[in-house]
């Protein structure tokens, strides 16, 4: 039998607890060209785009990442017993995309543009990983800086900081909004 | 029985005073980009009343508007000499409010993702299948260990007036020292172990032997929450 990539990639993709990016396969398959890697990435991407699987490969945080299909959310809850996911507090998803859209910051220009003090919020943030602290900011003070994580980009499944939604989705939102009333 | 006065929102359904804001434009079908200040104003300051239990933190956030409003509108009531004509008073709210606007879009389109994520499973995200009562511990960051350490050397400081030099300390024997210690206690609390050196010296050493051990990963060190107790655990062999 002879050994297709495309397979391999599969196999190591399903034993990878973080997104695994193609520079990374890339430095295993060494027995591979770039080209034909990225060709049976492609390939494989392909056999997971019917909706038919119970497995489906998401990109996110720079790499793929195997996930359930969503409409198999029932029975997975019922087999691990688990009635639903913990979703962001509002005021934990409004600190956490003030974060998102102006870093680097600092909690005194999270709180000034939340118009609320922020301090509770990003603790959570801090803890659950979704923010870090990347420094200090050279100024009086000196406070600290915060920072989305890659793991921020697998929560909300984005492959980069630049697939945030886009200023036209935004004003399109606010559009939206104003129709409304 | 609050009914009775029709519809009310209270200031706990808002983030903030801005949230509050922009609820009140959006009501009253007000432009943004020329707010009436006394009408918000007014508007505002109803809202504020309705208020039964005060809780002071964020009342103190919301009177701020308050007082903010009311300092834009007296500086549009006096006349202006020296000021160039196109400067607006409002105009530094106004783009506080376009800002937050913004935000507040990008949260409601991040939050259907959540939601479409939330159905999506991944081995990682898998719920931990330990004990409910188990302690859920993070990993420290460099910066964690850095500010406790210096905190901690600041107290030290004060104690540390004299001290007769001498000993020298190497970071091999101390590194053996902490290894043997961890062996023994299983884990060690970082702020008594500090504590427990004699000198600002021996301490620094430890900290670089605790940093370097970090590295090479043989120790890890993790805290229960943030801003708890910095605990040292030696790392288990993964074979």
């Excluded at chain 1, 900081?161 to 399109?172: G, M, T, V």
């Excluded at chain 2, 913004?102 to 994520?117: D, M, N, T, V, Y």
């Excluded at chain 2, 964690?144 to 000993?167: R, S, V, W, Y």
């Amino acid at each position: 039998m002879k050994i297709h990539p495309k397979h391999i990639i599969e196999s190591l993709i399903f034993i990878s607890l973080e997104p695994l990016s193609l520079d990374k396969i890339k430095s295993v398959l060494t027995e591979f060209s770039d080209k034909e890697i990225e060709g049976a990435m492609k390939d494989l991407l392909e056999n997971y785009t019917s909706n038919e699987k119970g497995i489906q490969i998401i990109q996110a945080a720079g790499g793929f990442l195997f996930s359930t299909n969503p409409e198999h959310d029932l029975w997975i809850k019922r087999l691990l017993k688990f009635e639903r996911k913990y979703r962001l507090s509002s005021a934990g998803l409004e600190t956490l995309s003030t974060i998102a859209y102006h870093q680097p910051i600092t909690l005194a220009e999270i709180s000034a543009l939340r118009g609320v003090d922020s301090i509770h919020s990003l603790k959570t943030l801090l803890q659950k990983k979704l923010v870090k602290i990347v420094g200090r900011k050279k100024s009086p003070g000196k406070p600290l800086i915060y920072r989305t994580t890659d793991k921020f980009l697998a929560y909300f499944e984005l492959d980069s900081i630049k697939d945030l939604p886009s200023q036209e989705e935004i004003l399109k939102i606010l559009e939206e909004e104003k129709n409304l009333d | 029985m609050d009914n009775l006065k029709g519809y009310q929102v209270k200031l706990d359904a808002f983030q903030g005073p801005l949230d509050l804001l922009l609820f009140l434009i959006r009501k009253k079908k007000i432009n943004i980009h020329d707010i009436p200040i006394a009408t918000i104003t007014r508007e505002y300051l109803k809202h504020l009343n309705q208020e039964e239990k005060i809780d002071l933190e964020r009342e103190a956030e919301f009177l701020f508007m308050a007082a903010l409003l009311i300092h834009i509108k007296s500086q549009m009531l006096l006349p202006r000499e020296n000021i160039p004509e196109e400067e607006d008073p409002r105009q530094v709210l106004v783009e506080r409010l376009l800002d937050y606007q913004k935000i507040k879009a990008a949260c409601s389109i991040l939050r259907g993702k959540e939601e479409e994520q939330m159905q999506k499973w991944q081995r990682t995200s898998l719920p931990p299948l330990s004990l409910e009562d188990d302690i859920e511990l993070t990993e420290v960051s460099l910066f964690d260990l850095a500010e406790a350490f210096l905190t901690l050397m600041k107290k030290k400081e004060k104690e540390n007036i004299q001290f007769i030099k001498g000993k020298e300390f190497s970071l091999e024997a101390k590194m053996k020292e902490m290894l043997a210690y961890l062996e023994e206690n299983s884990f060690l609390d970082f702020l008594d172990y500090f504590n427990q050196q004699e000198s600002l010296e021996e301490a620094f050493v430890s900290f670089f032997c605790l940093l370097e051990l970090i590295k090479v990963k043989i120790v890890i060190a993790m805290q229960e929450s943030l801003f708890h107790a910095i605990k040292v655990w030696l790392r288990k062999e993964s074979s």
